[in-house]
């Protein structure tokens, strides 16, 4: 489990914690992260555009980045720059990964001049089932830097979003918590 603790309005803390032998143990020291620029929305209220990061458990199954290949027991997925997640309310490919072209008037380049999305998990928000502006393009990605919050996702260092990648592993079910009122532990 990666768990998101909000600290301040776009800055959290992301813990990452693994059942064995019936215990949850502490996998990684916490690394500082940051989420949407509006803060948490509460659990159900996320909406498209709203600068804000859902609260929720959501799976993580998919890894991506611009690489050939990466390093992680996630599904992995090649960006290219063919590569489009549809953030169009109205578009009937609405929150999905899809190639271009495309008819949808809005979308999000998958691969990124400015490598934010070099590498990154897709947070399994509003996927399945998909709700037409409740938000999308939901992801575990590179940050710009502890003071540049993100329009939606949570964000953190390079070196500790590789981490993560290396040690999450599809086969166990991991899952991504974010908010502060959850105890699962």
């Known amino acids: 489990a990666v768990i998101?603790?909000?600290?301040?309005?776009a800055d959290?803390?992301?813990?990452?914690?693994?059942?064995?032998?019936?215990?949850?143990?502490?996998?990684?020291?916490p690394m500082p992260a940051v989420v949407g620029r509006k803060g948490m929305a509460p659990l159900g209220k996320k909406r498209?555009?709203?600068?804000?990061?859902?609260?929720?458990?959501f799976d993580l199954k998919t890894a991506f980045g611009y690489a050939p290949e990466l390093d992680t027991k996630l599904n992995?997925?090649?960006a290219?720059?063919?590569?489009?997640?549809?953030?169009?309310?109205?578009?009937?490919?609405?929150?999905?990964?899809v190639k271009a072209p495309t008819p949808a008037a809005s979308?999000?380049?998958?691969?990124?001049?400015?490598?934010?999305?070099?590498?990154g998990a897709v947070i399994e928000y509003?996927?399945?089932?998909?709700?037409?502006?409740?938000g999308s393009a939901i992801f575990l990605h590179v940050w710009k830097g502890p003071d540049h919050p993100t329009a939606g996702c949570v964000a953190l260092d390079e070196d500790d979003v590789s981490d993560l990648l290396k040690w999450l592993d599809v086969q166990k079910s991991p899952v991504i918590v974010i908010e502060t009122r959850w105890n699962i532990l």
């Open 76 to 78: 992995y997925r090649q």
């Open 12 to 29: 959290a803390v992301v813990s990452a914690w693994e059942k064995r032998d019936g215990f949850w143990e502490q996998v990684f020291d």
């Open 4 to 9: 998101v603790t909000p600290m301040g309005s």
């Open 126 to 134: 509003n996927t399945n089932p998909v709700v037409s502006g409740y």
């Open 107 to 119: 979308y999000e380049l998958m691969k990124r001049a400015d490598d934010l999305y070099k590498m």
């Open 80 to 97: 290219t720059s063919a590569d489009l997640w549809i953030d169009d309310p109205k578009s009937p490919e609405y929150n999905q990964w």
């Open 48 to 57: 498209e555009g709203d600068g804000r990061t859902p609260s929720g458990i």
